[in-house]
């Protein structure tokens, strides 16, 4: 199946733990993202990636590393997990260039749980 | 910062009314997109409009871009259970397709 695939599905860690997402998209894209949407629902852009290169850092912290071996991948550590990172992150991927006619394709999430 | 005002944040009706979603910005977007999130999913592209004063429909779904493209609406006739969801609106801007901007959403419950 065409899509994007994110993994874990769920992730329940402790203060102070090291974690990683990953993601991959079979979609043929260049561009990949993270958002992170908080308890109301809110997505926000954290990184965004076209052909492996970094090309939108939204504030983050830089316990948030992403990282993206090539352009169908993008990853994302996160250092020194607290209690403010529980939230759902989302991967999503675009054309570029087309992204503004043709949308994004979401993966369906990895709700982290830092106890 | 640009930001997308969506209204109402929730809306609860019974199967067979009709509802409008609204999506107001003070930012000019190149283009807006509407998508649906269910639980644990993520958010499903609905449309994209593109042209100021934009409609474009999606079977019971109405989506209309304003003349001045710093607004949208999503109107649904005869809501249906299968209907229920997040609603978001997102905004890409400028010359940069890299980023979109979405607003806070709607949760529609629509209820048999």
């Known amino acids: 199946d065409t899509a994007v695939s994110q993994t874990p599905k769920y992730l329940v860690t402790q203060m102070g733990n090291d974690k990683s997402i990953k993601c991959e998209q079979n979609l043929g894209h260049d561009t990949m993202y993270w958002y992170k949407q908080d308890s109301k629902k809110f997505l926000k852009i954290m990184f965004s990636y076209n052909n492996k290169e970094l090309i939108i850092n939204e504030t983050v912290p830089n316990r948030f590393s992403p990282k993206s071996p090539d352009k169908a991948h993008l990853n994302l550590h996160i250092n020194s997990l607290e209690l403010g990172d529980s939230a759902v992150y989302f991967c999503?991927?675009?054309?570029?260039?087309?992204?503004?006619?043709?949308?994004?394709?979401f993966g369906s999430g990895t709700r982290l749980t830092v106890v | 910062t640009q930001l997308l005002e969506q209204s109402p944040q929730f809306l609860s009706i019974q199967e067979g009314e009709n509802l409008t979603v609204y999506c107001n910005s003070s930012?000019?977007?190149?283009?807006l997109q509407w998508y649906r999130q269910e639980p644990g999913e993520g958010p499903v592209l609905l449309v994209t409009v593109v042209t100021g004063g934009e409609v474009k429909k999606l079977k019971r779904l109405t989506f209309q871009f304003g003349d001045a493209r710093k607004d949208s609406s999503l109107h649904i006739t005869a809501a249906q259970p299968g209907d229920t969801g997040l609603y978001l609106c997102?905004?890409?801007?400028?010359?940069?397709?890299?980023?979109?901007?979405f607003g806070k959403g709607t949760l529609l419950t629509v209820n048999p």
């Open positions: 930012s000019v977007f190149s283009s």
């Open positions: 997102a905004g890409a801007s400028g010359g940069s397709n890299y980023k979109l901007t």
């Open positions: 999503a991927s675009s054309q570029a260039g087309q992204g503004r006619n043709y949308g994004y394709t």
